[in-house]
């Protein structure tokens, strides 16, 4: 069999013809040509998921069964059936269908941490008695919402939701994302150590009616367990005369939690297993459940379900997924592409280009393979973006214009989230297809500064509407996305030893008596630190 390095340097001396040649050029029907016509061309790469495959077993259907499908049109890359057969290929040497069927049961997936990876566990999908452990969690995490929805712990208005990374851009995209027309109780996520964010938090709300979930996989985290002792204080500053029992922890190390002082019938605990930018479907997305509540918690579920399975159980070039992948590498190793780009034009997934940012740079960021070998190419490029069409008018030059070839990724709803006058979601779409269809054709121009020279890639992820179940499956196309990359690359997606040593240099500044660097001596001796 021909091995992987053979296949990219095959990969890499393929034609290239450009997106118009890609198009144009077979017009007529694609004569003289392998390539199909447009019409043919746009309907190999694209493919639409139906959402309501995902509702077997989940508790309330009816929220499920209109919940629309995800198209997704890829044909605006330079993906051809040359390229196409050729990352097949790759995927087969790589032993992709043996990797993701040891993902879906459960097996070692993560070496250097000997775990597996089970966050499709918690939407259904994959080994049944992890399956069933997960049900019972979500089963107990529901419990207490509903208690808390009902009154039992008295008036909940507002909630402080403690994490970060994993433990906070999940729970964050998904409650602004899902809870913008109800809302349970007011949620306010706070990451970052820096006073200034939590003493935002404090200001919006009444102490008396404010509780606070402590969200750390580890219940380590420096950042999360020095907010948590300080919103502690504020309530109990505040005339709260039990502030641990206006407490929620969510964790995978309970232990942990008791000995911070939790009562254990206030944690809501996850498995171990499950990675923290994996974890918003767990106990870590209580506050998604708190504000937009069960119904749609479990929607969201169900939504990410519907794309376990199609992604498990779709082979080659057909799997959408891996079709996003094949173009992600293509772009990264091929075409040498350093960065990648989404827009959102819907006001509701303005911080999805944050979540995918974690997502895809904590998890292929890498330099080894698993099997601790230097890789042979690039891993994941810079992952950035923006809400459209704001940023059509801030960062959009550049992708026309500038030096950098820059895949773009649109993502859009048909049905608009407002109900104002229609003209407002009719100019937001037309501007989306419009932008990409732009970057695809380029323009001549009347001289230099006018011209932009096209043949600038994008994909268009549109969803026939935008609520939980789309969000979903959004989310968990783009965690499969990551896995499938991370396979035809050979390398670990689910460890982060990157963003230790960081921190243990920042332990080692806050204990004192270390020895650093001169520019950093001399840093810490005017903060007043050295
Ligand atoms: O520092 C990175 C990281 O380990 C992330 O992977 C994780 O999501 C985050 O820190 C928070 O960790 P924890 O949930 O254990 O507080």
């Given at each position: 069999m021909i091995s992987p390095a053979d296949l990219w340097t095959r990969l890499a001396a393929l034609p290239r013809p450009t997106l118009r040649e890609l198009f144009s050029a077979t017009r007529d029907g694609g004569e003289g040509t392998d390539e199909p016509g447009d019409a043919d061309r746009v309907a190999m790469l694209s493919g639409r998921i139906e959402l309501g495959s995902g509702t077997e077993g989940a508790e309330d259907e009816s929220a499920i069964l209109d919940a629309g499908?995800?198209?997704?049109?890829?044909?605006?890359?330079?993906?051809?059936?040359?390229?196409?057969?050729?990352?097949?290929?790759?995927?087969?040497?790589?032993?992709?269908?043996?990797?993701?069927?040891?993902l879906f049961a459960g097996e070692v997936v993560n070496p250097t941490e000997n775990r597996a990876a089970d966050h499709a566990t918690l939407r259904g999908v994959g080994d049944p008695a992890k399956v069933e452990?997960?049900?019972?969690?979500?089963?107990?995490?529901?419990?207490?919402?509903?208690?808390?929805?009902?009154?039992?712990?008295g008036d909940v208005d507002h909630l402080i939701h403690i994490g970060i990374g994993g433990s906070a851009l999940g729970p964050a995209l998904g409650v602004d994302a899902l809870s913008r027309e109800l809302s349970y109780c007011d949620v306010h996520v706070v990451s970052n150590i820096d006073g200034v964010a939590l003493e935002a938090a404090f200001a919006a709300c009444d102490p008396a009616k404010t509780l606070i979930a402590v969200a750390s996989k580890t219940f380590t985290t420096i950042e999360t367990m020095t907010n948590a002792a300080s919103a502690l204080k504020w309530l109990s500053?505040?005339?709260?005369?039990?502030?641990?029992?206006?407490?929620?922890?969510?964790?995978?190390?309970?232990?942990?939690?008791?000995?911070?002082?939790?009562?254990?019938?206030?944690?809501?605990?996850?498995?171990?297993?499950?990675?923290?930018?994996?974890?918003?479907?767990?106990?870590?997305?209580?506050?998604v459940a708190m504000a937009a509540g069960m119904e749609d918690f479990r929607a969201f579920l169900a939504g990410a379900k519907a794309m376990d399975e199609h992604f498990r159980d779709t082979d080659g070039s057909a799997n959408l997924v891996l079709r996003a992948a094949f173009a992600d590498l293509y772009y990264t190793r091929i075409r040498g592409c350093q960065t990648r780009a989404v827009f959102a034009y819907d006001e509701r997934l303005g911080l999805f280009p944050d979540y995918l940012q974690q997502l895809e740079m904590e998890s292929n960021g890498k330099r080894v393979t698993a099997e601790m070998q230097p890789v042979d190419g690039a891993t994941?490029?810079?992952?950035?973006?923006?809400?459209g069409t704001d940023a059509q008018h801030a960062v959009f030059q550049l992708l026309h214009q500038g030096t950098h070839l820059i895949p773009v990724d649109f993502i859009a709803s048909v049905a608009p989230g407002d109900a104002l006058d229609p003209a407002h979601h009719r100019i937001l779409l037309t501007n989306c297809f419009a932008q990409a269809a732009a970057l695809m054709a380029g323009d001549k121009g009347e001289d230099p500064a006018r011209h932009s020279p096209g043949d600038r890639p994008s994909a268009t992820i549109l969803a026939d509407d935008f609520d939980a179940a789309t969000l979903g499956a959004l989310i968990a196309f783009h965690e499969h996305r990551v896995f499938a990359g991370a396979v035809l690359?050979?390398?670990?997606?689910?460890?982060?030893?990157?963003?230790?040593?960081?921190?243990?240099?920042?332990?080692?500044?806050?204990?004192?008596?270390?020895?650093?660097?001169?520019?950093?001596?001399?840093?810490?001796?005017r903060a007043g630190l050295g």
């Amino acid at each position: 069999m021909i091995s992987p390095a053979d296949l990219w340097t095959r990969l890499a001396a393929l034609p290239r013809p450009t997106l118009r040649e890609l198009f144009s050029a077979t017009r007529d029907g694609g004569e003289g040509t392998d390539e199909p016509g447009d019409a043919d061309r746009v309907a190999m790469l694209s493919g639409r998921i139906e959402l309501g495959s995902g509702t077997e077993g989940a508790e309330d259907e009816s929220a499920i069964l209109d919940a629309g499908g995800i198209f997704f049109d890829w044909s605006k890359t330079h993906l051809d059936r040359a390229v196409l057969a050729g990352f097949e290929e790759l995927a087969e040497a790589m032993d992709f269908a043996g990797m993701r069927a040891k993902l879906f049961a459960g097996e070692v997936v993560n070496p250097t941490e000997n775990r597996a990876a089970d966050h499709a566990t918690l939407r259904g999908v994959g080994d049944p008695a992890k399956v069933e452990e997960a049900e019972a969690l979500l089963e107990r995490m529901a419990l207490l919402v509903e208690a808390i929805h009902q009154g039992a712990l008295g008036d909940v208005d507002h909630l402080i939701h403690i994490g970060i990374g994993g433990s906070a851009l999940g729970p964050a995209l998904g409650v602004d994302a899902l809870s913008r027309e109800l809302s349970y109780c007011d949620v306010h996520v706070v990451s970052n150590i820096d006073g200034v964010a939590l003493e935002a938090a404090f200001a919006a709300c009444d102490p008396a009616k404010t509780l606070i979930a402590v969200a750390s996989k580890t219940f380590t985290t420096i950042e999360t367990m020095t907010n948590a002792a300080s919103a502690l204080k504020w309530l109990s500053d505040n005339g709260v005369a039990d502030p641990y029992g206006r407490v929620v922890a969510l964790t995978a190390s309970p232990e942990k939690a008791v000995e911070w002082g939790m009562d254990e019938t206030r944690i809501l605990p996850f498995p171990e297993s499950v990675g923290g930018r994996y974890s918003v479907w767990s106990s870590i997305g209580f506050p998604v459940a708190m504000a937009a509540g069960m119904e749609d918690f479990r929607a969201f579920l169900a939504g990410a379900k519907a794309m376990d399975e199609h992604f498990r159980d779709t082979d080659g070039s057909a799997n959408l997924v891996l079709r996003a992948a094949f173009a992600d590498l293509y772009y990264t190793r091929i075409r040498g592409c350093q960065t990648r780009a989404v827009f959102a034009y819907d006001e509701r997934l303005g911080l999805f280009p944050d979540y995918l940012q974690q997502l895809e740079m904590e998890s292929n960021g890498k330099r080894v393979t698993a099997e601790m070998q230097p890789v042979d190419g690039a891993t994941a490029p810079v992952t950035w973006g923006g809400v459209g069409t704001d940023a059509q008018h801030a960062v959009f030059q550049l992708l026309h214009q500038g030096t950098h070839l820059i895949p773009v990724d649109f993502i859009a709803s048909v049905a608009p989230g407002d109900a104002l006058d229609p003209a407002h979601h009719r100019i937001l779409l037309t501007n989306c297809f419009a932008q990409a269809a732009a970057l695809m054709a380029g323009d001549k121009g009347e001289d230099p500064a006018r011209h932009s020279p096209g043949d600038r890639p994008s994909a268009t992820i549109l969803a026939d509407d935008f609520d939980a179940a789309t969000l979903g499956a959004l989310i968990a196309f783009h965690e499969h996305r990551v896995f499938a990359g991370a396979v035809l690359m050979g390398i670990n997606p689910f460890d982060q030893f990157g963003v230790e040593l960081g921190k243990q240099m920042a332990k080692a500044i806050e204990k004192g008596g270390g020895s650093f660097d001169a520019s950093t001596t001399g840093l810490l001796e005017r903060a007043g630190l050295g």
